[in-house]
């Protein structure tokens, strides 16, 4: 049987903008409003304004709440500090990746956790499972918020100009309640663009003015409507990874390159300590295959699944590919053999459909913003 999709609060508005909509994880979401090229462009030169209530937010509040976080991610959260984040993972017994995570702490004993909408029931379903014996609840916020973004060079500017938030004392990975355009907000300097930007939390009935006051906001200084498409070849060019190609639950933290989200230094146990403390030694004595960037010396884009070739042999494969508006060419994301990931490394190629495509190893990320 098939499910209908989810709608966000944003749905009409996005179709009277003409928007190309796609399921995305049970979510009818905008793929691109206009040209994708153009929607990319903006957020590296100017700024985007971006739709991600797909994604799922579960509180977890109670006195043992940072217990339980500590029990159930490989991260310390400890650590963080009121109004901070921290990127962390949710991993199996086995250090196969769940999930990877943005976790919020919003009080005291209250911490919102961001999972990608694909694996929020999943990371829902574990957290209920491992609160067992902990004094903290875990509660399913996902329809109690609407996520809107704004990204890119600009942002800053348009944010202050409908919020009296102290901005310049807001952190990269924090998060502060304020007032956007007169609209309650959790207002984060988090994104998923390689740009600076911001990620605003509010109640569902309160987006749509929202995104038109940023839409206003913005107008003079090249803000544009951006969907899912363009988000791809953002977060792919700054060497970002995406749940599904470059994490998995056959991977582990540590042959993904993120070994160092793994916090075996916290007091107490926790899921996956014994598989992944095993894993840490494997990647110390036999270094998995590393993942690498590609970047094509030809115009043929490579796709994952795609096989990486040298010498004749299969020495990786592709988990992410796009051509890259900003390089000019296109690029990959692949997983490859530890004498093969060197930057620079010569007599590498892609399969494409039967033909080896060069293809130079470069270092991730692709891009990195100037500060």
């Given at each position: 049987?098939?499910?209908?999709?989810?709608?966000?609060a944003?749905?009409?508005?996005?179709?009277?903008?003409?928007?190309?909509?796609?399921?995305f994880?049970?979510?009818d979401?905008?793929?691109?409003?206009?040209s994708e090229?153009?929607e990319?462009?903006?957020?590296?030169?100017?700024a985007?304004?971006?739709?991600?209530?797909?994604?799922?937010?579960?509180?977890?509040?109670g006195?043992q709440a940072?217990?339980l976080l500590n029990?159930?991610?490989?991260?310390?959260?400890g650590?963080?500090g009121?109004?901070?984040?921290r990127y962390?993972?949710?991993?199996?017994?086995?250090g196969g990746?769940v999930?990877?995570?943005?976790?919020?702490?919003l009080?005291?004993t209250?911490?919102?956790?961001?999972?990608?909408a694909?694996?929020?029931?999943?990371?829902l379903d574990?957290l209920?499972a491992?609160?067992?014996?902990?004094d903290?609840?875990?509660?399913?916020?996902?329809?109690?918020?609407?996520?809107?973004?704004v990204q890119g060079?600009?942002?800053p500017?348009i944010?202050?100009?409908v919020?009296?938030?102290?901005?310049d004392?807001?952190?990269?990975?924090?998060g502060?309640?304020?007032?956007?355009a007169?609209?309650?907000?959790?207002?984060?300097?988090t994104?998923?663009t390689?740009?600076?930007?911001?990620e605003?939390f509010?109640?569902?009935?309160?987006?749509?003015?929202?995104?038109q006051?940023l839409?206003?906001?913005g107008?003079?200084?090249?803000?544009?409507?951006?969907?899912?498409?363009?988000?791809?070849?953002l977060?792919l060019?700054a060497?970002?990874?995406?749940?599904g190609?470059?994490?998995?639950?056959k991977l582990t933290?540590?042959?993904?390159g993120?070994?160092?989200?793994v916090?075996?230094?916290?007091?107490?146990?926790?899921?996956g300590?014994?598989?992944?403390?095993a894993?840490?030694?494997?990647?110390?004595t036999a270094?998995p295959?590393?993942l690498v960037?590609l970047?094509?010396?030809?115009?043929?884009?490579?796709?994952?699944?795609?096989q990486?070739?040298?010498?004749?042999?299969v020495?990786?494969?592709?988990?992410?590919g796009?051509p890259?508006?900003?390089?000019?060419?296109?690029?990959?994301?692949a997983y490859?053999?530890a004498a093969?990931a060197?930057?620079?490394t010569?007599g590498v190629?892609?399969?494409i459909r039967?033909s080896?495509?060069?293809y130079?190893v470069?270092?991730?990320?692709?891009?990195?913003?100037?500060?």
């Amino acid at each position: 049987m098939s499910t209908a999709p989810r709608h966000t609060a944003l749905d009409a508005l996005h179709r009277s903008l003409g928007a190309t909509m796609t399921d995305f994880a049970g979510w009818d979401m905008p793929l691109r409003y206009a040209s994708e090229r153009d929607e990319h462009n903006a957020v590296r030169t100017k700024a985007g304004l971006f739709d991600l209530s797909h994604m799922g937010e579960i509180t977890v509040t109670g006195p043992q709440a940072v217990d339980l976080l500590n029990f159930a991610l490989v991260g310390n959260i400890g650590t963080v500090g009121l109004g901070r984040a921290r990127y962390t993972m949710i991993c199996q017994e086995d250090g196969g990746i769940v999930d990877d995570l943005i976790v919020y702490r919003l009080g005291e004993t209250e911490y919102m956790v961001v999972a990608n909408a694909g694996n929020a029931q999943i990371v829902l379903d574990a957290l209920i499972a491992r609160a067992e014996g902990f004094d903290a609840e875990v509660r399913d916020d996902r329809d109690a918020y609407a996520l809107i973004a704004v990204q890119g060079p600009e942002s800053p500017g348009i944010l202050k100009s409908v919020t009296d938030a102290d901005l310049d004392g807001l952190k990269y990975y924090a998060g502060l309640p304020g007032t956007v355009a007169g609209v309650p907000a959790l207002i984060a300097r988090t994104g998923y663009t390689g740009e600076d930007g911001f990620e605003l939390f509010v109640e569902p009935r309160h987006a749509e003015a929202l995104w038109q006051a940023l839409t206003e906001a913005g107008k003079d200084v090249g803000l544009i409507p951006c969907g899912l498409s363009c988000r791809d070849t953002l977060r792919l060019e700054a060497g970002m990874p995406l749940y599904g190609n470059e994490l998995t639950t056959k991977l582990t933290p540590f042959d993904a390159g993120l070994g160092r989200v793994v916090k075996f230094e916290k007091d107490g146990d926790f899921v996956g300590r014994t598989s992944l403390e095993a894993a840490a030694e494997r990647a110390e004595t036999a270094p998995p295959r590393k993942l690498v960037g590609l970047v094509a010396e030809g115009r043929r884009v490579p796709r994952s699944g795609y096989q990486v070739v040298a010498d004749g042999k299969v020495i990786g494969e592709v988990t992410s590919g796009a051509p890259s508006p900003t390089l000019g060419r296109p690029i990959a994301m692949a997983y490859v053999d530890a004498a093969f990931a060197a930057p620079g490394t010569a007599g590498v190629g892609v399969d494409i459909r039967g033909s080896h495509e060069p293809y130079e190893v470069v270092a991730l990320p692709f891009y990195k913003r100037q500060k």
